[in-house]
Structures are given as C-alpha cells and as structure tokens.
C-alpha cells in the first residue's frame, strides 16, 4: 500500500466512514467478503453495555495451524447479530487485517452419486452446524494472517452487529502459525460407507459388486484438493505402511480368494507398478502360522522385514482368530479385533516368516506391532487369548454393545534383537487400567508413543481417545486435539512435529485432521483437512510419508492370477 494511500486512509477513518478496499485485491482474493488492512469503522451506536458473547466453534482457542495449510473455514454461532467483523490482531505489532461477512451459513461438500445407497444417508448438518456462521479468509489474507503469526498469537475478534452500526456480540479467539513445516504429504484410503445385506441376513461392510468404490489419495496439505492414485481395484486391499525413509510401500491385499493372503511390497516411485512378483502369499509362503490374521503389517524401517498377525499353529481357521460383527449402521458399520495371534516377521531376502520370541506366546493374542525408528525394538498390543465367540454369546447389534465379545489389550516391548526377541516388557501407563491400549505409533525420535484408548476392542470404537506416553513408559496424557467422537488411525509426520487421524466429529462419513506435538509431548486443537474427499465418502489409515509431496503419482495393480488390472487415477 503506498504512503499516498494510507494518509488517505487515516483520513477516512478520523470522519468514522468505512472505506472497503476489495476493489484495490486482485479478483481472485475478494472472494465474497471484504478485507483491508484497517481497523473497524463500524458506529456502535446505542450499543448494549454488555455484548452478548459468540460461541466461536472453530477454530478453537490456542490453535496452532502449519505453515501453507489452505485457509480455514472460520465457525461461530451468534443469535444477536445480523452481520459480523473479524478482526486480526498481530503480536509483532504489524498492521491489523479488518473484514466483513453478512453471514453465510456452512455447507456441506460435493456428493459422491456412486456412494448413494438405501443402507446410507446423505450427510446432514447437525443443529450446531446448522446455527453457525462462516468466514473464510481469502487467500491472501490468509497468507498475511499466517506471516505475522508465527509462533506469536495472532488475535481474531469477531463482533457481531444489527443494522451494520450497532455492536450486540463479541468473542475472540487466538491461534498461532507454527514454525515446523509439515512437509511430508499424507497417503490415505478413501471408502464408501454402504453395508449390504443379503437375502440370508449376513451384513457386508460393502457388496463386492462395490469394491471397485474404494480409493487412495495423497494429500499436499498446501493444495486445496487430494490427488487419486488409485482406484478400481477388482479385490479388497486393507492397511498399508511405508518405510521410515520413504523408499518401500506395503499394502495388504485380500486376494482372489478374499483370504487376506496376499501383502504387496515395493519400491516408492513417483509411478508405482505391483506386479506378481511383488506379491507375498501369507498362506503358503514361511512355516509357522497357516493363516494371516492382522490387518497392520509394517514394514521395519531398513525395509528389510515386514511385521504383521498370524494365527498361529495352534490355529487351524482364521474364523476361530478375530471377532468380527458388522452392522447395518453405516456410521459404525464393523467391529473387528484379532483374539488369538502371535507376532511373526517376514525376511524378504531369505523368503521366509518366522515367530518372534517373547511375542509369540499362544496363551495370548499379540497384535499391532509396530517398529521404534531404529528397528531395534517392537511395541505392541496384548491380550489373553480367548474364543471370539463363546457358546451362547448373542450377536451384538452396535458398535460397543455389551454383547461383543470383550477384550482390553495392554502395551508392551520387546527387542527385535535380528529376530531373536526377548521378553516382553508391560508398558507402564498404557497397561493394567481398566481400559483397551491399543494401535501404538512411535514418534520419529523414539521419545514417545501414541495410542488408542477405548472401553473394548481397538481403533475405530465410539469412544476411542488418543494417549501420549513416554516411549519407555510413564504417564499417559489424553491429546488435547481429541474430538467428541472417534479418534484414531493416526500417524506421525516425519520431522515428528504433526499427527494427522482420523474423526467422526463432524460427521458419520469420517474425515482427516492435524494437530501439532511440541517437545514435552503437548499436542493443540484438532485441525481439519479440508476436502480430502466427497462429503459422503469416509477417510481412513491416513499416513504421512517421507517423499516429496509429489512422490507418488499413481499406482497400478495386478492381482494374484494377472488377469485383473487396477490403475490409479488422475
């Protein structure tokens, strides 16, 4: 702004007349409300004493948000006023950012007409989404709130008025520009939520008919869309994982037979090609466990192992290894846990699979595990073992009825030691509380993990929280970034600054968030990614990876038998 103009604006301001400055924006950056750098003009005339306080929803206070994250759409519930002001005040004293909105209300994303289903419901705004009011700062103001925030609170003041002159609401809030760059971009499976039933009454979480439905995507958190690297895959693939450094992908593959058998691995390229020699056959390949039973395989961090469940050989189905319900409610529409396992590894230069000591007992079931950075120890979940379906046990009907068979896991660590194992050693704080530890995931800098805590089961329950400990045990912290419903699959960025999980918070068809992890392990308000996909397509196993937020462009496919090609998207 030149000093011609800003003598003209102190002018202005000195005879209390609002002068808008959209005019003087590129067009792109006006959007549908006005911003300048001024400070309020508005008369509060006659205005109450006490203005009546707004509920601002979203962001919350103390946010703390990375840098070059799209803009937030800004929430607040106000019944007095009948148009707004937002005010942002700067900590190193530069110039306030002033903008107007005459309320418009918060709308739902684009729909998805291939995941409309008489077993679903389009998504709806609830009463509280209903009655709020938005803002969302154009791209340049944006990125002028975002460059004088950084580690220093900015303030954003929204007051509400009648008439456009008289002040009746106020509230603020502060949120903070992080200096820690996400950098790395998230990998993510995006899903329908459409159970079906068939003519005998069994539920399918989804029709095979609809599998092809399913898709993966990676997200730049600095880009306002997801891009599809995947999609149209002739057979369900479930739980992937990267490599520390970003070099080698996994993914679980149902097979033709859907028996979970078949794990894919390969080298990370910007044009990923799974072929049959990439293909690892679970039930046929090693020589202990016949049948694979976890959907978390992990490949070690030198991505010279894969970790991941097997029944064991004292396990001859895998039906007798896992509870398993699902429901017609497609808000929670499956329960899944193992109830019987050992951990076992795969060495992908020998071929072969063996058990690990120490987390190989079958009088329990061990599960989860996971790798600490340097490969040199494996924290997982684990449970007495017991039958997932009992004689006489009624089949529950919802997610966390009393009837699901009942199960609290608890943390423990082993050394990996180049597969000799060790004992195992409980994990103090996330163990023996009366609560399900479950799903560890351990900071880049092996300082501390985070899990999932729930009533029963593991991941994706109602109640699922997450916890903070330190990685050698201590005291558990629930994460400050914990939304009112279901928390889980979470992953750590890695510079260890940022995790992103998932949530049901806003709605049934699950969606994506950050929150930020400082050094003592103090996390910040949830928040959303927004757009990750249609609003009535649910997000799971979000995981960040160590490329280039263009590393991966596309991802193709070939089955087991060769005859079936799944290609990703652009």
């Known amino acids: 702004m030149s000093r011609l103009l800003r003598r003209g604006l102190c002018s202005v301001l000195t005879i209390g007349v609002l002068v808008s400055f959209v005019s003087l924006l590129p067009s792109g950056s006006r959007g549908r409300f006005e911003a300048h750098f001024s400070t309020p003009a508005y008369a509060a005339q006659s205005a109450p004493q006490v203005l009546t306080p707004i509920s601002i929803d979203y962001p919350e206070d103390g946010s703390i948000f990375p840098p070059g994250i799209t803009p937030p759409t800004f929430l607040w519930r106000d019944a007095s006023g009948t148009s707004w002001s937002i005010d942002v005040a700067f900590a190193d004293n530069s110039a306030p950012i002033h903008a107007t909105s005459k309320g418009e209300r918060l709308q739902l994303g684009p729909i998805d007409p291939d995941c409309v289903s008489d077993s679903n419901s389009p998504p709806k705004l609830n009463p509280q989404q209903a009655a709020s009011w938005t803002w969302k700062p154009d791209p340049a103001t944006w990125a002028a709130i975002q460059a004088h925030s950084v580690e ?4 954003v003041t929204i007051t509400g008025f009648r008439d456009g ?16 760059e996400v950098r790395a971009p998230i990998f993510y499976r995006d899903v329908p939520l459409m159970p079906a039933s068939s003519n005998g009454g ?19 958190i600095r880009k306002p869309e997801s891009h599809t690297v995947l999609k149209d895959m002739p057979t369900c693939a479930n739980c992937h994982s990267f490599s520390a450094d970003g070099k ?5 593959i149902d097979g033709p037979a859907n028996d979970k058998g078949l794990y894919a691995v390969v080298p990370v390229q910007k044009h990923i090609v799974i072929q049959s020699k990439d293909l690892v056959h679970w039930n046929t390949d090693g020589k202990v466990g016949t049948v694979r039973v976890g959907f978390m395989s992990q490949v070690s961090p030198n991505s010279q192992y894969v970790l991941s469940t097997f029944a064991g050989p004292a396990v001859s189905s895998m039906i007798d290894s896992y509870y398993v319900t699902n429901f017609t409610d497609y808000r929670f529409l499956q329960v899944f846990f193992p109830t019987r396992g050992i951990l076992e590894y795969y060495n992908r230069a020998m071929g072969l699979r063996e058990p690990l000591p120490g987390a190989d007992n079958p009088k329990y079931v061990q599960t989860d595990g996971v790798w600490s950075p340097d490969g040199k120890y494996i924290v997982f979940a684990r449970a007495e073992a017991r039958d997932p379906r009992p004689p006489g046990q009624r089949l529950a009907t919802h997610a966390n009825d009393a009837n699901e068979a009942q199960i609290k896991y608890d943390l423990y660590r082993i050394p990996f030691n180049g597969g000799k194992g060790g004992p195992p050693e409980r994990i103090v704080g996330a163990s023996e509380n009366g609560m399900s530890n479950n799903f560890p995931k351990i900071s880049p800098d092996g300082k501390w993990i985070v899990f999932v805590q729930c009533r029963n089961g593991q991941l994706m329950r109602p109640d699922s929280q997450l916890y903070i400990i330190p990685a050698a045990g201590g005291t558990a912290r629930r994460l400050r970034a914990n939304t009112r419903l279901m928390n889980s699959w979470h992953s750590w960025s890695p510079n260890g600054r940022w ?6 918070a806003r709605s049934p068809y699950t969606q994506m968030y950050l929150t930020h992890i400082d050094e003592q392990g103090n996390s910040s308000p949830a928040i959303l990614i927004d757009n990750a996909t249609a609003s009535n397509r649910a997000v799971n196993i979000p995981e960040f990876v160590n490329i280039n937020p263009d590393g991966i462009d596309q991802i193709e496919v070939h089955v087991a038998d060769g005859a079936d090609v799944a290609t990703g998207g652009k």
Do not use: E, N
């Open 152 to 155: 220093k609170p900015a303030t």
């Open 165 to 180: 002159r008289i002040a009746y609401s106020k509230s603020h809030i502060t949120v903070i520009t992080s200096k820690d």
């Open 202 to 220: 069994a539920v399918a979480p989804l029709a095979q008919s609809k599998i092809h439905l399913i898709h993966w995507r990676i997200r730049d």
């Open 248 to 252: 080698t992908f996994g993914m679980d």
């Open 499 to 504: 995790l992103v999980f998932s949530s049901k």
